[in-house]
């Protein structure tokens, strides 16, 4: 049988199984591990001997090394080596590289690049090294470019056009033309990159800080110059990644090279400082969105032309407009990413990579043709929801798009919104309503998951799939939990070791679904096993509670029927499904908000949510993945900004103090309306991608609840008071 | 981090007059001393010399240097005459932050300038002579009024800025013997040594915040800032304000986050006192408050802004 995943499997067979634990709320198995600090995050291996590394980062914007004075600080106390190979890494990976990023880090692209590493015996001693580290430079930055401009761009990578946008925009009863600005993002996870690398004989074992672990094994071998196969990776436990350790970093070479060098386990973890400087940034954005609608407010034109940003030989660009290609209707269409290169750190991933910028402008875009049109905004999508994908004529799967709009609206109390600004008005504050869709790719990744079913009846689950906090513990238990008929607590999941079959790993919301799905056929092949035991068909088979039985077969303990452990490994790999059906995820959120008359301050009141993305696996992971999304909606939509020096490309605000993350403060109650779905396309589970949806347009709700409130519209994010001064009414001023 | 000496003082007379570094709390040096922006060669601890008391003094109350910021804003005889300033510490930094950090290490906090935080870059604050990176720079935060040419940095904090509204006075202990500052004297403008941030001496120590009678009247302390919590100000106004018969009967504002000092105007507050409350007279206090102010580029906003701050503190201080 192939492994790809081509047609829909609408067995249900989730629904039919007895156990009754999958899409249940379970707690995290290793929450408690985490809350009580016996969870081991990387840095924390405590290996017999191990010195400290510390990166030093490259004090010019760009050029070359060309001498790095080691012999100085050698002959400072601890000091055990300085290394500057050709194999240590220039940039990090971009995510499933599966290959050696950019290396030879004597060539500078941006600043604070890392350059060399020091190990020295303590960690305070390879730290007083670095600072005192002389490098010289042969300084090329008058010749960069800091800032992108449209200018230097290249042309747009596929764009999607169908019919004629200008045309359709000259015929339309109703236009929108409206440009669109957000800053750079950074992943700001807790944990800060880390690794420690140990070396026996020819044999790595480096325990990383890594979301995506087979990949980050090729990447790490690549790099070294070694077999992968030399080449163990451990990261059970993650502090958050958000992207931006999908790819190995520095830190993972220079440990190994270092550890290598030196015959000792050697630890390097990156200061939060240079994690902010040197790994991954989300693009900067400028957006024009040009919409053309009927009288009716249908549209017919529809236009997303981004520019983004990255350094020069990197591919990847912040894929802007990847929702609009299947959200909206409109024959005419045109859309398009364009990429400058410029000298600042590595654009790449962070959460929801396109849908995160691109939804958020699209969806102000669309509450301007709301009030152009005079429909309300609900309305307004709701008449727009093609048939098939504009222009490519692909069929949607699953899409309750509707259903999350009418079940939020109503949770909400849509129906108390004035549709004019500045009605509402309680002391200082201008109270406005707000809401916008969701809508995300989703994606099936390969994946390989393992399931013994030991003689006593236990079940274990091992993949080196990742947990980064979102529950894949959790979720790849229940699995197997619900196929073999187990309580959850016979149930053990390992994870995040390269020595096991190799999942999708965490990135793209495409985790639980793709390992998930590898983890349910490993299961299926072992309930056909037993079910052959039993004497019956796979089909008949009923497991619950450890018992086995089927229609006209007694139950007996599923012990009963295994001689020795049974272990089968499963398989999934997308297949035509991926390209012939649109398998998107889709929500709504509404909010509300109040904004100061006097200082433009904007302080969200409540927020509503609501998701369909497939079968829910469990409802308690599922709904903190959407409050974390919507809390990055609201951190994009009013506090998040890279800030960086336009004279030299370097990042000035390097910390959590200064790149402002929603605090708990900023956060009201948030409400999740789950809907379920069934999305057999997607996978077997019929399940999609969720730890992503939550972002995707929630920072428009908030832009139009700003409009509704005191009648400014703002396109430039994040929407802090300085934007809003010119504009705001009079504050003496009376209600409307 | 450098490494350092370090010893304990066990009495403000071992602190008086030394070279070490103080470290109190150590919220604000420690985090400096990792960036290395400091470099202290030793450190002398004073927390263990006392001044940890808050004691009546006559109408007022003498706060000593060492009470955290947590118990102060606690306090409830501060929190009933001098409300002020528990909003104003409240509305700083971090339950975790306040609870480590001292009166005394408050007042001495450095600027949150991002060039002054990052040896990269040039600061004459930092290395005097080296130029000022924010001038052409990321300047949101900075200052617009008494900037100098040499350096555009404010003084972030809060607590100071409810001090200088509340007429508080700073006592030190110097070699030659005891001093007192009014709290409104003690940060200086940058001028060309933006090196020194208040008129301390090298071995001074501040034993005391003192606060005089209480003024009375509605106090509000207004931040203004870019998320709900733990965020310095963009701005910020202080008023301890007293009305009698529809009338402004005395009014004493400061202002935090435009200035390298918290920053006060007597003559705005003598514009405002006598006078019946309104937009417009908000208005004419705000033009005589700006009138010399002047933006950076990124922080132009904080023009309009500081304005319209203040015509809310003044609005609700009134009842207007
Ligand atoms: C993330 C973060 C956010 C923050 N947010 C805010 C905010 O919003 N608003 C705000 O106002 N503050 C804020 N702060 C700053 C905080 O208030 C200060 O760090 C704290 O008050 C300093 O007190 P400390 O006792 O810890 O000082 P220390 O760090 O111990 O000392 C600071 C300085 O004062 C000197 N010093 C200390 N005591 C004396 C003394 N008795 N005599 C002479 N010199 C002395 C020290 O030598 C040192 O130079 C924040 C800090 C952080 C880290
Ligand atoms: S504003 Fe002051 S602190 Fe900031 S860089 Fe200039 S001199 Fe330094």
Same mark, same amino acid.
């Given at each position: 049988?192939?492994?790809?995943?081509?047609?829909?499997?609408?067995?249900?067979?989730?629904?039919?199984?007895?156990?009754?634990?999958?899409?249940?709320?379970?707690?995290?198995?290793?929450?408690?591990?985490?809350?009580?600090?016996?969870?081991?995050?990387?840095?924390?291996?405590?290996?017999?001997?191990?010195?400290?590394?510390?990166?030093?980062?490259?004090?010019?914007?760009?050029?070359?090394?060309?001498?790095?004075?080691?012999?100085?600080?050698?002959?400072?106390?601890?000091?055990?080596?300085?290394?500057? /190979?050709?194999?240590?890494?220039?940039?990090?990976?971009?995510?499933?590289?599966?290959?050696?990023?950019?290396?030879?880090?004597?060539?500078?692209?941006?600043?604070?690049?890392?350059?060399?590493?020091?190990?020295?015996?303590?960690?305070?001693?390879?730290?007083?090294?670095?600072?005192?580290?002389?490098?010289?430079?042969?300084?090329?930055?008058?010749?960069?470019?800091?800032?992108?401009?449209?200018?230097?761009?290249?042309?747009?990578?596929?764009?999607?056009?169908?019919?004629?946008?200008?045309?359709?925009?000259?015929?339309?009863?109703?236009?929108?033309?409206?440009?669109?600005?957000?800053?750079?993002?950074?992943?700001?996870?807790?944990?800060?990159?880390?690794?420690?690398?140990?070396?026996?004989?020819?044999?790595?074992?480096?325990?990383?800080?890594?979301?995506?672990?087979?990949?980050? #094994?090729?990447?790490?071998?690549?790099?070294?110059?070694?077999?992968?196969?030399?080449?163990?990776?451990?990261? *059970?436990?993650?502090?958050?990644?958000?992207?931006?350790?999908?790819?190995?970093?520095?830190?993972?070479?220079?440990?190994?090279?270092?550890?290598?060098?030196?015959?000792?386990?050697?630890?390097?973890?990156?200061?939060?400082?240079?994690?902010?400087?040197?790994?991954?940034?989300?693009?900067?954005?400028?957006?024009?969105?040009?919409?053309?609608?009927?009288?009716?407010?249908?549209?017919?034109?529809?236009?997303?032309? /981004?520019?983004?940003?990255?350094? *020069?030989?990197?591919?990847?660009?912040?894929?802007?407009?990847?929702?609009?290609?299947?959200?909206?209707?409109?024959?005419?269409?045109?859309?398009?990413?364009?990429?400058?290169?410029?000298?600042?750190?590595?654009?790449?991933?962070?959460?929801?990579?396109? =849908?995160?910028?691109?939804?958020?402008?699209?969806? #102000?875009?669309?509450?301007?043709?709301?009030?152009?049109?005079?429909?309300?905004?609900?309305?307004?999508?709701?008449?727009?929801?093609?048939?098939?994908?504009?222009?490519?004529?692909?069929?949607?799967?699953?899409?309750?798009?509707?259903?999350?709009?009418?079940?939020?609206?109503?949770?909400?109390?849509?129906?108390?919104?004035?549709?004019?600004?500045?009605?509402?008005?309680?002391?200082?504050?201008?109270?406005?309503?707000?809401?916008?869709?969701?809508?995300?790719?989703?994606?099936?990744?390969?994946?390989?998951?393992?399931?013994?079913?030991?003689?006593?009846?236990?079940?274990?689950? =091992?993949?080196?799939?990742?947990?980064?906090?979102?529950?894949?513990?959790?979720?790849?238990?229940?699995?197997?939990?619900?196929?073999?008929?187990?309580?959850?607590?016979?149930?053990?999941?390992?994870?995040?070791?390269?020595?096991?079959p190799a999942g999708s790993g965490s990135g793209g919301s495409w985790g639980a679904s793709s390992t998930g799905s590898a983890v349910f056929y490993a299961c299926e092949?072992?309930?056909?096993?037993?079910?052959?035991?039993?004497?019956?068909?796979?089909?008949?088979?009923?497991?619950?509670?450890?018992?086995?039985?089927?229609?006209?077969?007694? /139950?007996?303990?599923?012990?009963?029927?295994?001689?020795?452990?049974?272990?089968?490994?499963?398989?999934?790999?997308?297949?035509?499904?991926? =390209?012939?059906?649109?398998?998107?995820?889709?929500?709504?959120?509404?909010?509300?908000?109040?904004?100061?008359?006097?200082?433009?301050?904007?302080?969200?009141?409540?927020?509503?949510?609501?998701?369909?993305?497939?079968?829910?696996?469990?409802?308690?992971?599922?709904?903190?993945?959407?409050?974390?999304?919507?809390?990055?909606?609201?951190?994009?939509?009013?506090?998040?900004?890279?800030?960086?020096?336009?004279?030299?490309?370097?990042?000035?605000?390097?910390?959590?103090? =200064?790149?402002?993350?929603? #605090?708990?403060?900023?956060?009201?109650?948030?409400?999740?309306?789950?809907?379920?779905?069934?999305?057999?396309?997607?996978?077997?589970?019929?399940?999609?991608?969720?730890?992503?949806?939550?972002?995707?347009?929630?920072?428009?709700?908030?832009?139009?609840?700003?409009?509704?409130?005191?009648?400014?519209?703002?396109?430039?994010?994040?929407?802090? *008071?300085?934007?809003?001064?010119?504009?705001?009414?009079? *504050?003496?001023?009376?209600?409307? | 981090?450098?490494?350092?000496?370090?010893?304990?003082?066990?009495?403000?007379?071992?602190?008086?007059?030394?070279?070490?570094?103080?470290?109190?709390?150590?919220?604000?040096?420690?985090?400096?001393?990792?960036?290395?922006?400091?470099?202290?060669?030793?450190?002398?601890?004073?927390?263990?010399?006392?001044?940890?008391?808050?004691?009546?003094?006559?109408?007022?109350?003498?706060?000593?240097?060492?009470?955290?910021?947590?118990?102060?804003?606690?306090?409830?005889?501060?929190?009933?005459?001098?409300?002020?300033?528990?909003?104003?510490?409240?509305?700083?930094?971090?339950?975790?932050?306040?609870?480590?950090? &001292?009166?005394?290490?408050?007042?001495?906090?450095?600027? %949150?300038?991002?060039?002054?935080?990052?040896?990269?870059?040039?600061?004459?604050?930092?290395?005097?002579?080296?130029?000022?990176?924010?001038?052409?720079?990321?300047?949101?935060?900075?200052?617009? !009024?008494?900037?100098?040419?040499?350096?555009?940095?404010?003084?972030?904090?809060?607590?100071?800025?409810?001090?200088?509204?509340?007429?508080?006075?700073?006592?030190?202990?110097?070699?030659?013997?005891?001093?007192?500052?009014?709290?409104?004297?003690?940060?200086?403008?940058?001028?060309? &040594?933006?090196?020194?941030?208040?008129?301390?001496?090298?071995?001074?120590?501040? &034993?005391?915040?003192?606060?005089?009678?209480?003024?009375?009247?509605?106090?509000?302390?207004?931040?203004?800032?870019?998320?709900?919590?733990?965020?310095?100000?963009?701005?910020?106004?202080?008023?301890?304000? %007293?009305?009698?018969?529809?009338?402004?009967?005395?009014?004493?504002?400061?202002?935090?986050?435009?200035?390298?000092?918290?920053?006060?105007?007597?003559?705005?507050?003598?514009?405002? &006192?006598?006078?019946?409350?309104?937009?417009?007279?908000?208005?004419?206090?705000?033009?005589?408050?700006?009138?010399?102010?002047?933006?950076?580029?990124?922080?132009?906003?904080?023009?309009?802004?500081? %304005?319209?701050?203040?015509?809310?503190? !003044?609005?609700?201080?009134?009842?207007?």
């Open positions: 049988m192939s492994d790809t995943y081509d047609t829909p499997d609408t067995r249900d067979m989730l629904d039919r199984t007895r156990q009754g634990v999958i899409g249940q709320p379970l707690d995290r198995p290793e929450g408690p591990l985490k809350v009580a600090g016996q969870a081991t995050y990387a840095a924390e291996y405590a290996r017999e001997n191990c010195a400290e590394g510390v990166l030093v980062g490259a004090t010019i914007s760009t050029g070359r090394v060309t001498a790095i004075h080691k012999d100085e600080v050698l002959a400072m106390p601890g000091v055990l080596g300085v290394y500057a /190979a050709p194999q240590m890494l220039r940039r990090p990976a971009q995510g499933t590289a599966g290959e050696a990023p950019l290396q030879d880090p004597s060539r500078v692209d941006y600043p604070l690049q890392p350059v060399a590493l020091v190990v020295a015996e303590t960690f305070e001693q390879a730290t007083a090294a670095a600072k005192a580290l002389r490098i010289d430079y042969d300084d090329a930055s008058d010749k960069a470019r800091f800032l992108p401009t449209q200018e230097t761009a290249e042309a747009a990578k596929e764009p999607v056009t169908a019919g004629d946008l200008e045309a359709a925009l000259r015929d339309a009863a109703h236009v929108i033309d409206a440009n669109f600005t957000t800053p750079g993002h950074a992943s700001a996870a807790m944990e800060p990159h880390a690794a420690v690398a140990e070396w026996d004989g020819d044999d790595l074992t480096l325990w990383g800080s890594l979301q995506m672990i087979a990949f980050n #094994v090729a990447e790490l071998a690549d790099s070294l110059g070694i077999d992968p196969k030399h080449v163990r990776i451990l990261s *059970p436990y993650v502090g958050g990644g958000f992207g931006s350790k999908l790819g190995i970093s520095h830190e993972a070479v220079a440990a190994s090279l270092a550890a290598r060098e030196l015959g000792r386990p050697v630890r390097v973890v990156m200061s939060r400082q240079l994690v902010f400087q040197s790994i991954m940034r989300r693009s900067e954005t400028v957006q024009r969105i040009r919409l053309g609608a009927g009288a009716d407010g249908r549209l017919t034109a529809f236009g997303h032309e /981004a520019l983004v940003s990255n350094l *020069p030989e990197e591919s990847f660009s912040e894929p802007v407009t990847q929702a609009s290609e299947f959200l909206y209707a409109g024959d005419n269409r045109l859309l398009g990413v364009r990429k400058s290169d410029i000298t600042r750190l590595t654009a790449g991933s962070v959460r929801a990579p396109g =849908e995160a910028v691109g939804m958020q402008a699209l969806e #102000v875009a669309m509450d301007e043709l709301a009030i152009a049109t005079n429909l309300d905004p609900v309305e307004l999508r709701k008449r727009n929801l093609p048939e098939t994908v504009p222009g490519q004529g692909t069929p949607y799967s699953s899409r309750r798009l509707v259903e999350a709009l009418d079940a939020g609206a109503a949770a909400f109390g849509w129906d108390q919104r004035s549709p004019t600004p500045c009605a509402r008005r309680e002391g200082e504050w201008w109270i406005g309503m707000g809401m916008s869709s969701a809508a995300r790719v989703n994606i099936l990744a390969k994946a390989e998951a393992r399931v013994t079913l030991t003689a006593q009846g236990h079940v274990v689950v =091992e993949t080196d799939h990742t947990d980064i906090g979102t529950g894949s513990y959790a979720i790849f238990g229940q699995i197997a939990a619900e196929m073999l008929g187990q309580p959850i607590d016979r149930t053990t999941v390992k994870l995040g070791d390269s020595l096991l092949a072992i309930r056909a096993t037993l079910a052959q035991a039993l004497g019956c068909s796979a089909d008949q088979l009923i497991l619950k509670d450890g018992q086995a039985w089927a229609e006209g077969v007694d /139950a007996r303990p599923v012990t009963d029927l295994l001689t020795e452990d049974l272990t089968r490994t499963g398989k999934i790999e997308p297949g035509e499904l991926m =390209e012939k059906v649109n398998q998107s995820t889709y929500g709504a959120f509404f909010c509300e908000v109040a904004v100061n008359a006097f200082t433009g301050e904007t302080r969200l009141r409540r927020m509503t949510g609501a998701f369909g993305f497939g079968r829910v696996l469990n409802a308690k992971t599922a709904r903190s993945q959407c409050i974390g999304g919507m809390v990055w909606g609201i951190g994009s939509a009013l506090t998040e900004e890279l800030s960086f020096d336009a004279r030299d490309g370097h990042l000035v605000n390097h910390d959590l103090a =200064e790149y402002h993350v929603p #605090v708990h403060a900023d956060i009201p109650p948030m409400e999740v309306i789950l809907l379920e779905e069934r999305d057999a396309d997607a996978s077997p589970l019929q399940s999609k991608g969720v730890g992503e949806l939550g972002i995707c347009g929630a920072a428009g709700a908030i832009a139009n609840a700003i409009y509704n409130a005191c009648g400014v519209r703002l396109r430039d994010f994040p929407m802090t *008071p300085d934007k809003l001064l010119a504009d705001l009414p009079d *504050p003496f001023a009376p209600a409307a | 981090m450098k490494a350092f000496d370090y010893s304990r003082a066990e009495a403000t007379a071992d602190a008086v007059g030394q070279s070490a570094r103080l470290i109190a709390g150590g919220t604000n040096l420690l985090d400096l001393m990792k960036l290395e922006v400091e470099t202290p060669e030793a450190l002398l601890d004073i927390t263990r010399i006392g001044l940890n008391a808050i004691d009546a003094e006559g109408e007022g109350l003498r706060i000593g240097a060492l009470v955290s910021n947590s118990d102060a804003a606690a306090d409830p005889r501060i929190r009933r005459d001098w409300p002020l300033l528990s909003r104003a510490i409240l509305a700083g930094a971090s339950p975790q932050l306040r609870n480590k950090a &001292t009166m005394g290490g408050n007042l001495c906090q450095r600027t %949150r300038c991002g060039y002054f935080m990052d040896n990269r870059s040039a600061c004459n604050k930092r290395e005097p002579g080296s130029g000022c990176a924010a001038i052409g720079g990321v300047n949101r935060n900075h200052a617009i !009024l008494g900037a100098s040419s040499d350096c555009i940095a404010t003084y972030p904090g809060d607590m100071a800025v409810a001090l200088s509204a509340l007429q508080a006075v700073v006592h030190t202990e110097r070699p030659e013997g005891a001093r007192e500052i009014p709290m409104r004297h003690f940060h200086r403008l940058p001028g060309d &040594t933006p090196q020194q941030d208040n008129h301390l001496e090298s071995g001074e120590v501040i &034993t005391a915040i003192s606060l005089p009678a209480p003024l009375g009247g509605r106090q509000i302390y207004r931040k203004v800032r870019d998320r709900a919590s733990y965020a310095f100000a963009l701005v910020s106004v202080a008023a301890a304000l %007293r009305m009698e018969e529809g009338r402004i009967a005395s009014v004493h504002l400061a202002f935090g986050g435009v200035a390298h000092t918290p920053w006060t105007n007597d003559h705005v507050d003598e514009l405002l &006192t006598g006078e019946r409350p309104s937009p417009a007279l908000f208005d004419k206090a705000a033009d005589l408050l700006l009138e010399d102010a002047q933006g950076q580029g990124h922080n132009d906003f904080k023009i309009p802004l500081l %304005r319209r701050a203040l015509a809310a503190v !003044l609005a609700e201080a009134t009842g207007e």
